[in-house]
């Protein structure tokens, strides 16, 4: 009985938010296999717990096993991607563009890309907040319980995620980036 | 929200959230209208969380992460099925409420000794519609408050609903309204009832409708109107949809315009 009713729930109340799982897994681990195997973890793990769910709306309870899964992850394999939250007051650093075309025509080209590579150049605490947030459209609240911290650390990881991407978005701000490689955490070239 | 914002960046920030309690959020809009470095600021934070939302990519699940995830599960047996039906007499309280909010259809099934935990769950629904009313006038409230009603402003159904859908786990009907004096100004994703709702904006005359909409279990149930800190309310249950739609029109005009809104989508 426990069982059936277990995996019941779990097909009518995790299931449909494999898309969002993804989203969140492929933002925070920055590449598809990672993103895959934590997403594949969280939900092994939330069929394993589905009885201590209680409610209706178990998007953000499965976005926290989700957000655990990459956060465990990324801290055994890729520690210094979870620490550069120290450099708060450093300029966003934006992995320039494949290939060897000027930067500025690469970004004319393709402003979806500009948005991706910023977002993705942020550093992890402030990604997960902005993610959680502008994809998911949760409460701060919500929030604050995925990512384990106090709803005023959202506050303040939000403000300063936005001021981040602004000042990387802002058309003036460009000459100022300066090409990096590409972050360790990120699997892929 | 208690949480108090520390520099005026968080406090923007949370004020283009609507995550400032009602006090903070009208003093920043009265400070806003003298400042107009301060709207150009406020503006500036709308666009960029808009040039994220629709600019920046959505990683949908790949099809074999879906097929993978699904196959987590083992095949139902028929025996798997009664046995489930059957235990339902020896489970906990508790459970049995929570297994029959969660499939209402199989309340037929319910054994005698389940009327009390039922009447239970009845006054507790009770409760609820009560707190929810409450929620519905908040979040039109201070949509209009905030003077960011919509999200997604479009008088074309055809562009707001597969903008919603793409936000949320459902899609939600969409329908102009054919009053006269009556325009269509767009949706938005709100948060009611635990969950990410659709909201649907609409002008009758000077007054604002938000029409909010979720997937719900239950019977059909026909509107039932209410009153709410001097705003009209009704709820109804069609087509597994739940609808809460508030304004503050006069009692009159407002049954008008849920009558059209009803007859909309049941034309659809």
Known sequence: MTEEV???????LALPHADAAYNLAKWLMRNDHDAQDAV?????????????????????????????????????????????????????????????????????????????????????????????????????????????????????????????????LAPGARPVLREVPRPTANGRA | MTTK?????????????GELDLQSHLALEREAAGDESLRLRIEDLRRLRQSIREGAT??????????????????RSVAARASSHAGVGRTAAAAVSRWLAWRPLAASFALVALVLVSADVTWLRGRAQERLAEDVVASHVRASLG??????????????????????????????????GSTFLGGRVDYLDGRPVAALVYRQGPHLVTSFVWPATGEEADPVFGHERGFETAHWLRGGMNHWVVSDLNRNEFRIVVDAIRQQEAAR
């Not at chain 2, 914002?5 to 959230?17: I, K, N």
């Not at chain 2, 919509?150 to 054919?178: G, M, N, Q, Y």
């Open chain 1, 6 to 12: 277990n995996w019941r729930r779990f097909e009518a």
């Open chain 1, 40 to 168: 594949q973890d969280a939900f092994v793990r939330a069929l394993k717990y589905m009885d201590t769910f209680r409610g209706d709306n178990a998007r953000p309870w499965l976005l926290q096993v989700v957000r655990n899964s990459c956060f465990t992850w990324l801290k055994e394999n890729h520690p210094a991607g979870l620490t550069s939250i120290d450099d708060e007051e450093g300029a966003l650093e934006i992995p320039g563009p494949a290939g060897d075309e000027p930067h500025a025509i690469a970004v004319r080209q393709d402003e979806r890309a500009r948005i991706d590579a910023a977002i993705a150049a942020l550093p992890f605490a402030f990604r997960e907040v902005l993610v959680l947030r502008e994809f998911e459209d949760l409460p701060y609240k919500d929030i604050a319980r995925i990512a384990e911290i106090p709803i005023g650390t959202v506050m303040s990881r939000l403000a300063r995620a936005r001021a981040l991407l602004r000042d990387a």
């Open chain 2, 5 to 17: 914002p520390d520099t005026q960046a968080e406090r923007l920030s949370a004020f283009v959230d």
């Open chain 2, 58 to 75: 959505y990683h949908a699940a790949p099809p074999d992460l879906q097929a993978s995830l699904a196959r987590l599960a083992p095949e």
């Open chain 2, 147 to 180: 003077q960011h009603v919509v999200d997604i402003a479009s008088s074309d159904h055809h562009t707001v609903k597969p903008w919603l859908s793409a936000r949320l786990d459902f899609s939600p009907p969409v329908t102009e309204l054919s009053l006269p």
